[in-house]
Every structure is written in structure tokens, then in C-alpha cells.
């Protein structure tokens, strides 16, 4: 049975005030971007969880480029699953919809074609990566590096133009790289359910890779380990995040050598934000407050996270899952079953997952957001980030002296209120729009975004459920005990605490240190392949995805049960409240963190 969510109120003609968006203004593949039309209620919108913030003018060039990388990557390749996809905005708010490719002989013809591509692509995996990671990173150094003071308005609009270039190449070899190692995780999934495996145990099977994500973890956690031997650690204890950089500079030589350090680890890491490819946020070398809360919680802990440990302990995970699932397979399957786990370990979704994220989603923008301020400064703009609120039209007119900053200032005010008014409603945003099927083929809507079935029904269902046990997906095994902590975007990180169970939309990349200090992790979206999933796995913390309406119904302090295998969140007491219902039953020990699913350090 289907189900419609109106979105009249979503109906306009224009994406920000003032600005009515044309098809021309971006290429695009198969189908442009926009805004809602009421036609549109006749298909399945899902709001996309990667910008729980939303997104400004300037910021919507992902709608435009992030769809014509997918749809040209689904051409270039004749992905059978579909033509990529397109978005809607509601309000600020990104919705996605999969453009599918109808039955018959295109479909038959793409089949055929994705096949060959496809052997083709894993056969030269993963050279292919690090050559596409060559050829972002030297575009990257050019649009890192100049010094951009005093550059004229022209000169200007040229580095943006060519930093739009390099963020839709990025997202062409962001899909280009996603389809077809999907296609082959997904290939291996459905072997192992034929084969009569638990689908929740295939993710342990290809667990404990390296990943320039968990390398920047691992360098935080030396910053950590040298602000507790240098004595910091009662400073950082009693500073506010915001503050630290200035108490540290007053601290002594310890403080300039912990300083000194900390800038190191920024020139190398600190390219990336707090969020996905989004121009409204800065990097963490324009503003350290993420990396200094984080070490602040660390510190915190008390003990330092043995990372040598973790990874030993998803090693022997791995290994452990590989030969109980080979035990249990005749000889002839066992032989389909290694042929396939090679494949994926060749060419690993997972691992790709969360690397890509340091070369793409995460650092894309600063070159836009960098040439923005410059330009602000330039047209000697009322605040820094006034440009962010202008579409690329109208900043191509600004920088080709078609129109001047003044004539821009009362638009960008009433555009700035805009996104401050939808940024406030968020939390209230239909999850889905439009028609709600009780079921989707597309296996990235599935499997990333976690819209199975039974998510679909509760989406369906169109409230919250009245009970105190919530259900969805065994993202990453284990059980856990602590307070909620709901969390709504990356800049709130900071108040996450050692031993909370974070309760969010769904975390992004930008989030993976949260996982070394958490007991579990929950998630209103995202499927066995979302971030959550990926990094709740590599360390140990269990995780349950796609609960719908969970960051609706738990609030912070809320005591939770999380059990990462069963795929259920328990609420055993209400924040300052009577319990509600009967403990439920451990199936190990239970204490304030993780206890089974991986190392406690």
C-alpha cells in the first residue's frame, strides 16, 4: 500500500527570495535539479540527511552538481539501478529522488553494458582510486595555496569558476567510484543470503582497513596524549572550546609546544569541515573549536583509546566471522564464497566509504568558501559570509562587474532570515515526501539511506510510535548502556561527553573521533552501509540505523539500551522521570559503555 505526504507547502517557484531558478543556470544529465511543483507529490522524495543544517545559496551548487555527477556517472557506467538522482528543495532543505530506468530493452541493453564496465573497473581498483586522488590533489594544491589579498573582482571570479570546476569533477569521481564498488558489495551481499548467511554478519567480514579518516583519529589522539603529559589536562578542563586557543597561548612553554604541535596536525589535517560540502563552514585551520572541544572530551575519558587494540580486536572480529561463515558452507560454496569476499576486499565499499570523504565531501567547498571571503573583502561586503548568499548567477554578475555588493545587501538580508527560519525547522521536516511505496528497488536508498521496508511502513504510519523499545537496523553489534545525548549537526560535537549514547539524523564523516568515546550510537537514517554503520564496526560501538523518528522521541539525559545485534534502543528511564517499563534483559554485562562488540580502552 502507498501512502501520500502532501508537500503543498513546499509548492514555489523560487529557491531563496528573489531568485527563480532556470535549467540553464547548471548542466545537467538526465534531469535538472529544482524546486518542488506539485507533480511532484506523484513521486518519493527522501530529505537528505548529509545537510542537517541546510543549505544557502551558494551552498545549493550540491543540488546542481552533486546531481550531475550522479546521473553522469550512472550514464557513463549504464548503471542498471537507475539514472542517478535528482533533488528538491523544501525550504532550505535538500530532498533526493532516484531516477529509475523503466524495464525493457534499455534496461536489458544496461545490464550487458554494466557487466563489462563493471570487471573492467575492479580489475583496475585500486590503481584507479589513487590515480583520481592524484588528480584531485593537484588541483587542490592550486586552489590551496595562492594568496588571494588585493585581488580584483575579476581575478576573483575566475579562482571561483575554476573552484566550481574541481567541486563538480569531485562529485563525477565520487559516483563514478560509488556505483560499481556498490554494485559489487551488493553482489556479494545477496551471495551470502543465498547461501544462507545473517545479512547483519556480512559487515564483520570485511572490517579492519585503514583509512585516511581514521588516521586523522588516531593523530588526535597524540594531541590528547601530549596535552596529559605536558600537565594541559586541568586547563583544557576548565576552558570553554572557544576559548582554549587564547588560555594556551598563556600557558607557558607548554602551551606554545602544545600549540606548535597542534598547528602541525592542522597543516595536514585540518582541511576539512564539519560537515559535507557546504560553503557556511569553515575549516578546522579557520576555526580549531571542534578539534580543542574534542580533545577537551578526550581528555575527559580519562584513559587514552588504544587504537592498536581496536584494530587487533576487528581483525580477529573479521577473521572469527570469516571462518564461522566458511564452516558452514559445502565445498562448492565455499569456493563462490571466497571468490566473492576476495572481490570485496580488492575493491572495498567499506573502507572507500569513509576514505573518500578526506578527498571529497569534506575539503571541496573550502576552495569556494575561501575565494568568497576574499571576495567579500574585496566588494567590502557588511559580513564575511554575506557572498554565501548569493547563487552562482549572481555572484558571476558581481565578479564581472555586472551588478555591485550594494545592490545585493537588502536580498541577502532577507535570505539570511530565510535560512536562519528553515535552519530552525528542521527537526520538524517530513522525513519523505510525496508518494511513500512500501517498498524501493534502488540498493543506495537501501542500503546507504537505510529505506527499506520497514522504515517505509513506520514512515507510513506518520507518528511516532507510543512505545518505549524502537527498532531498526543492526548496523554494528554489541550492547550498551547510557544518557542520550541528541545530537542535531556536526558543530554540537563538542558537547558529546564520554559514555553518551549519541542519538542524531545520521553522522558524517566529519563526526568519526565521536565513535572513540561514545558507548553507542543511533540514528534516525542510513543503512548497513551508511558512515554510522561503517565506523560503528571498525570501532566497536553498537549501533542501530534507520529508527525512525528516534531523535524525535529520545531527548538528552534519556537512559537507553542499545543493542547494536538485535538492531532495538531501549529508553529504560526517562530524563528526570520514573522508569517506564521493565529493564530488558542483557545478553552480556552491561555497565555506563560499550561492552561487547569490540574493545572497551
Avoid at 558571476?396 to 545592490?407: A, K, Q, T, V
Wanted: aromatic fraction near 10%; glycine fraction near 8%; charged fraction near 20%.
Amino acid at each position: 500500500m502507498t501512502a501520500v505526504i502532501p508537500l503543498d507547502e513546499f509548492v514555489t517557484e523560487e529557491l531563496y527570495p528573489g531568485y527563480v531558478p532556470s535549467a540553464a543556470d547548471a548542466p545537467w544529465a538526465v534531469e535538472p535539479s529544482g524546486t518542488f511543483s506539485k507533480a511532484d507529490e506523484q513521486r518519493f522524495w527522501f530529505l537528505d540527511f548529509h545537510w542537517p543544517r541546510g543549505l544557502t545559496p551558494m551552498g545549493l551548487i550540491w543540488n546542481e552538481d552533486g546531481s550531475w555527477g550522479s546521473q553522469v556517472a550512472a550514464e557513463r557506467l549504464a548503471l542498471p539501478q537507475g539514472h542517478g538522482i535528482t533533488h528538491r528543495v523544501a525550504g532550505t532543505h535538500p530532498y533526493a529522488s532516484a531516477l529509475p530506468v523503466a524495464p525493457g530493452p534499455e534496461l536489458a541493453a544496461r545490464e550487458v553494458r554494466f557487466a563489462r564496465v563493471q570487471r573492467e573497473f575492479l580489475a583496475g581498483y585500486p590503481a584507479n582510486w589513487q590515480a583520481a586522488v592524484r588528480s584531485l590533489d593537484e588541483e587542490w594544491r592550486v586552489l590551496r595555496d595562492p594568496d588571494l589579498t588585493g585581488r580584483s573582482p575579476a581575478e576573483l571570479g575566475r579562482w571561483l569558476r575554476f573552484a566550481r570546476r574541481h567541486y563538480r569533477r569531485a562529485f563525477e569521481i565520487h559516483f563514478e567510484m560509488m556505483y560499481p564498488l556498490l554494485a559489487n558489495h551488493l553482489a556479494f551481499y545477496q551471495t551470502c543470503v543465498e547461501l544462507g548467511l545473517e545479512p547483519r554478519e556480512i559487515g564483520a567480514l570485511l572490517q579492519g582497513f585503514d583509512t585516511k579518516m581514521l588516521e586523522t583519529d588516531q593523530q588526535l589522539w597524540r594531541l590528547t596524549n601530549k596535552a596529559r603529559d605536558t600537565g594541559l589536562a586541568p586547563l583544557f578542563a576548565a576552558t570553554p572550546p572557544e576559548r582554549l586557543r587564547a588560555a594556551l597561548a598563556g600557558a607557558g612553554a607548554a602551551g606554545a609546544g602544545w600549540l606548535a604541535a597542534l598547528d602541525e596536525f592542522l597543516a595536514e589535517y585540518g582541511w576539512r569541515t564539519e560537515g559535507s560540502s557546504e560553503v557556511m563552514l569553515p575549516s578546522w585551520l579557520e576555526d580549531p573549536t571542534p578539534v580543542l572541544g574534542t580533545i577537551r572530551t578526550f581528555l575527559s575519558r580519562g584513559q587514552a583509546y588504544d587504537f592498536a587494540a581496536a584494530r587487533a580486536a576487528a581483525l580477529a572480529a573479521r577473521d572469527a566471522a570469516v571462518d564461522a561463515a566458511r564452516s558452514r558452507l559445502r565445498r562448492a560454496d565455499q569456493q563462490r564464497f571466497d571468490a566473492g569476499l576476495a572481490s570485496c576486499q580488492a575493491a572495498n565499499f567499506l573502507q572507500w566509504q569513509d576514505d573518500h570523504a578526506f578527498y571529497i565531501d569534506l575539503r571541496v567547498a573550502l576552495p569556494l568558501r575561501r575565494i568568497g571571503l576574499a571576495l567579500a573583502q574585496t566588494v567590502d561586503a557588511d559580513r564575511p559570509d554575506d557572498l554565501f548568499f548569493l547563487f552562482w548567477p549572481e555572484l558571476m554578475r558581481l565578479c564581472d562587474g555586472e551588478r555591485s555588493y550594494p545592490s545585493y545587501r537588502a536580498l541577502i538580508r532577507e535570505r539570511r532570515d530565510y535560512y536562519r527560519h528553515w535552519y530552525e525547522r528542521r527537526a520538524e521536516l517530513p522525513k519523505v515526501l510525496g508518494t511513500v511505496p512500501t517498498s524501493v528497488d534502488d540498493p543506495t536508498l537501501i542500503e546507504i539511506f537505510g529505506l527499506n521496508e520497514r522504515y517505509l511502513q513506520a514512515i507510513r504510519e506518520a507518528a511516532p510510535p507510543a512505545v518505549e523499545t524502537l527498532t531498526g537496523i543492526p548496523a554494528a553489534a554489541g550492547q550498551a548502556r547510557g544518557r542520550a545525548r541528541v545530537i542535531r549537526n556536526g558543530e554540537e560535537l563538542h558537547r558529546v561527553q564520554p559514555g553518551e549514547v549519541v542519538v542524531c539524523e545520521s553522522t558524517s564523516p566529519s563526526w568519526t573521533p565521536m565513535f572513540a568515546k561514545i558507548a553507542a550510537c543511533v540514528c534516525d537514517n542510513g543503512g548497513i552501509l551508511s558512515h554510522a554503520a561503517i565506523v560503528g564496526r571498525e570501532y566497536g560501538v553498537p549501533t542501530v540505523t534507520a529508527v525512525p523518528f528516534a531523535s524525535q522521541v529520545i531527548v538528552d539525559g534519556d537512559e537507553l539500551v542499545v543493542d547494536g545485534t538485535a538492531g532495538t534502543v531501549t529508553i529504560y528511564r526517562r530524563a528526570g522521570g520514573p522508569v517506564p517499563a521493565p529493564q530488558p534483559a542483557a545478553s552480556g554485562p552491561v555497565t555506563g559503555g560499550a561492552v561487547t562488540g569490540g574493545p572497551v580502552a
